[in-house]
């Protein structure tokens, strides 16, 4: 007789039924042509259905095409993107694990090179850049150009993007949508006192700050089904001390996205400034898990711990103790696609070769002497 692991114990979030606690974690490729998913993708999250996961996300994805980060990122502003995006979904079914979608908007951060390309702004003279936009007249870096201060009629025209999106989302399949509020993209870029130095009902307080994010869940949540969750990722803390966002603003902030219908807070970190961005930071395991457990003790919201939760026993030691309701991983992934079975192992499950489809399980049970 296997161990009951609370990893491997099914969560319902409204109408959707997670198999287990493992999700793969939006990680972007910066393989799409003008928006449309190419087979890459669908290869990279083949990968993952096949491992065993309880749930997956799809990448950043803009709802306008100057939303994007690079110009080679996934887009969801137009109907034709549906069909490459229902392909992944059709993956993720297949398998019976939960497959959810991140809509944003890059904000200041867009018009940009992928990572292995040096992750910088493009050229302003550049062919394929474009004009960026942020709640203020504030660059990125001082080596960035300065995005546009948007208007209140174009801030509508985001939430109205934002909506159109999410519609898109519900008709290529997906379980689940989740809002990109993190890592200094445009609704983190509101949020955020560092980047946000408006006058108006979008700045100022801390109330007025959120305004946006509470906006764009709410039409969000108005559109979706009923029975479809709703998560929205945020960068906890800017780690700029004294003048960036706290843990205390984000438990407000969660606070808040809850009373509009979110379903679960996404826990991550930085990216407001260069400094911060995620990439940058270097600390031990899971040293995000302490945000993800706060958030979901005092806004009394579901949570999904992420970052360096790269051990089976460390993924079981989160869900056991109730510091978060899921955990997403992405290097760990990329390194290991079969991470649900080697936790599996681990954790000493009764039949852990069946967390991967009947047709490799029956082979793997062999590969052990049996009990």
């Not at 080679?72 to 069909?83: E, F, K, R, T």
Request: charged share 20%.
């Amino acid at each position: 007789m296997g161990r009951m692991a609370k990893l491997f114990t099914p969560l319902s979030v409204r109408g959707v039924t997670f198999k287990n606690r493992i999700v793969v974690s939006p990680m972007c490729q910066y393989a799409a042509v003008d928006g449309h998913a190419t087979d890459w993708h669908f290869d990279h999250h083949a990968r993952f259905a096949l491992g065993g996961v309880g749930g997956a996300l799809v990448e950043a994805t803009g709802i306008l095409p100057e939303g994007r980060i690079t110009p080679d990122c996934l887009g969801i502003w137009d109907d034709a993107h549906i069909p490459g995006l229902s392909r992944i979904v059709a993956t993720y079914h297949r398998q019976g694990a939960a497959i959810g979608i991140q809509i944003g908007h890059a904000g200041r951060k867009a018009s940009s090179t992928a990572p292995w390309d040096g992750g910088w702004a493009l050229p302003e003279d550049d062919p394929r850049a474009w004009q960026t936009v942020a709640p203020s007249a504030i660059a990125y870096h001082e080596d960035w150009p300065v995005p546009h201060e948007l208007t209140e009629a174009e801030i509508e025209g985001i939430v109205e993007a934002f909506v159109a999106a999410a519609l898109r989302a519900v008709a290529a399949g997906f379980d689940f949508v989740e809002i990109h509020g993190a890592h200094g993209y445009l609704l983190h870029e509101f949020v955020s006192p560092v980047s946000n130095k408006r006058t108006d009902r979008y700045g100022g307080s801390a109330e007025n700050r959120m305004r946006l994010s509470l906006e764009v869940a709410s039409r969000v949540r108005a559109v979706i089904p009923e029975t479809m969750p709703l998560f929205y990722r945020a960068s906890c803390i800017d780690r700029i001390p004294g003048e960036g966002l706290t843990l205390d603003d984000t438990v407000s902030l969660a606070a808040a996205l809850k009373a509009v219908g979110v379903d679960v807070v996404d826990c991550s970190a930085g990216g407001i400034l260069v400094r911060t961005n995620p990439g940058h930071i270097k600390e031990g395991p899971a040293f995000q898990v302490g945000f993800a457990e706060r958030i979901r003790t005092e806004a009394g919201i579901a949570t999904m711990a992420v970052g360096a939760i790269t051990e089976p026993e460390q993924a079981e030691e989160i869900i056991a103790s109730g510091k978060a309701d899921l955990v997403a991983l992405a290097r760990e992934m990329l390194s290991d696609s079969n991470f649900a079975h080697r936790a599996a192992l681990a954790l000493g499950i009764e039949r852990p070769d069946f967390v991967l489809p009947e047709r490799y399980a029956f082979y793997l049970q062999f590969r052990r002497p049996q009990a």
